[in-house]
């Protein structure tokens, strides 16, 4: 137990880090996924097919094939980013094509009359989208997206093996040091990501209660 | 892209080399066949209910090794064993036992698993450039130190002026693998460690330029700047010391640990300590050290 206290510092490091990719990732793929379904909803074919190839591609690909060809291809190809861009990067890209999928789901859920509402009184695709469709569609989307980002918060980790020293890298350094508190590191620093996560879903409550009533 | 092209042509060339050799070596051992031989003793003779008898009385081992580490324990896609200077003492020890080396089953440990294979009994011994420390002598036993080493940097060949050594870190960034103490070492040293997976991994991002430097024990380095001489170079002075043990469990088996220290012993003294080296660590040209004093087994 001790060893949870004595390194503390290293630990809320690790947890920042941790927290940094969390957020600035989740923002990323939520501008990049949203723009995305509205790719696929859009009446342009060509703007369909891109937004599904992405989907399929990024959502079948395993996250850690994402990162080794993020962290080891692009020095390859001499082009260089420190190693939270690439993180940042690797973990956007994947989270945007689940992000795509709620909110397509959600555009889904929002009567279809709506839209055509928005259209005879002149409105654009765009306009309709932006005005009428999403705010609604973005209201039903709070639990799946939660997923997503509680998702997210845990492929945060998967980082660790490509140098990022988040919350993981933390464990695997303390563990090395110190194995004989193995029980204690790992509980201590699964009751971390327990706490994100409670975050996340404690938020995602307030708005869906928050929201509900309008609806 | 070309060039990784011309980096697989030259691996699948060196390989048919390997494999064209190995058929000309001698009875049909898997092409390794520059390691000194190990001595197997006939029915040696053990005290009832010892772990040295269980293991002789079994006629197998289970050795955890590391196999990402050329020239200490590395296995490379498709190799039937592992080879390097850890590997070959594993054999010795099991030699002693009376336990051929086609009777031991080589497992893979990584740093962060050694100490619960030990304690669930998935490998009876540990030869993984394993460090002696406190901490881990508190659990499980450590007989050693059987060889000493420190911690170096490894840089791209091009760079060998500019990081001359651990006095040149400062806010540079170096990988070695996630959660070693290597990596706490450099950051204490002032630079921005870098945690991957493997050392492979490491390695290949300096090679690729994407990190300027690599660190953990010279005993690994030098198994890959003997990989690629020309590509990659050992800098400085060592900046720590990493004593290797021979892990074994329960830690108060006092008589196992004195077999580990008696067979370590007579490697060192029959040479075969020396010729072991020579063939695995000492390809990268250094020359053989003296083996350590070991510890007395309390």
């Not at chain 2, 980096?7 to 000309?24: E, K, N, V």
């Not at chain 2, 594993?90 to 080396?101: D, S």
Request: proline fraction near 4%; hydrophobic fraction near 40%.
């Amino acid at each position: 137990m001790d060893v949870l206290f004595e390194e503390w510092r290293q630990i809320v490091d690790g947890f920042w880090e941790t927290i940094q990719l969390l957020v600035l990732s989740g923002l990323i793929a939520t501008v990049l996924g949203t723009l995305l379904a509205a790719m696929r909803v859009a009446p342009v074919r060509m703007m369909n097919a891109i937004g599904t190839s992405y989907v399929n591609v990024f959502r079948n690909t395993p996250l850690v094939v994402l990162f080794i060809l993020v962290v080891f291809g692009l020095p390859e190809l001499d082009i260089q980013y420190t190693y939270f861009e690439k993180a940042v990067i690797a973990l956007s890209v994947y989270t945007a094509a689940f992000v795509c999928e709620a909110v397509r789901s959600g555009i889904n859920t929002v009567a279809t009359g709506q839209a055509e509402a928005a259209r005879s009184i002149g409105m654009t695709f765009t306009q309709t989208l932006g005005r009428v469709v999403l705010p609604q569609a973005f209201r039903a989307v709070v639990p799946p997206l939660a997923s997503v980002f509680i998702a997210l918060t845990k492929n945060t980790s998967v980082a660790a093996g490509f140098g990022i020293a988040d919350a993981t890298a933390t464990l695997s350094a303390l563990l090395n040091n110190d194995p004989q508190a193995a029980v204690a590191l790992f509980v201590g620093i699964g009751l971390g990501y327990v706490l994100i996560v409670a975050v996340i879903s404690t938020g995602s409550h307030l708005l869906e209660r928050r929201w509900a009533a309008a609806r | 892209m070309r060039l990784r092209r011309t980096r697989a042509t030259l691996i699948f060339a060196a390989l048919t080399t390997a494999m064209a050799t190995g058929a000309c070596g001698e009875a049909g051992e898997d092409g390794e066949s520059s390691g000194p031989e190990a001595e197997v003793v006939e029915d040696p003779d053990f005290p009832e209910g010892s772990q040295m008898a269980e293991y002789a009385d079994a006629g197998s081992i289970t050795i955890g090794v590391k196999t990402d580490q050329p020239g200490i324990g590395f296995q490379g896609a498709g190799d039937e064993a592992p080879t390097g200077f850890d590997i070959e003492l594993g054999k010795y020890i099991a030699g002693q036992l009376g336990i051929p080396e086609d009777d031991i089953t080589w497992e893979e440990t990584i740093s962060d698993n050694r100490e619960p294979f030990l304690q669930q009994d998935r490998v009876d011994l540990v030869l993984a450039s394993y460090s002696i420390t406190p901490e881990r002598r508190a659990i499980v036993g450590q007989m050693g130190p059987y060889y000493a080493t420190g911690q170096q940097l490894l840089v791209r060949e091009e760079d060998k002026e500019d990081i001359t050594g651990v006095d040149d870190v400062n806010g540079v960034e170096v990988c070695s693998v996630t959660g070693s103490t290597s990596l706490e070492q450099i950051e204490e040293q002032g630079g921005v460690g870098r945690g991957f997976d493997t050392y492979s991994e490491c390695v290949e991002q300096v090679r690729s330029g994407a990190i300027d430097a690599m660190t953990t024990d010279g005993a690994i380095l030098l198994g890959y700047e003997a990989e690629t001489p020309d590509e990659l170079e050992v800098v400085g002075d060592e900046f720590s010391e990493e004593l290797y043990g021979v892990g074994y469990f329960p830690k108060d088996d006092t008589d196992f640990c004195n077999f580990l220290r008696d067979s370590m012993q007579k490697a060192i003294d029959d040479g075969y300590w020396a010729d072991a080296f020579e063939a695995t660590l000492g390809e990268s040209g250094i020359d053989t050290p003296e083996a350590p004093t070991m510890d007395e087994c309390a």
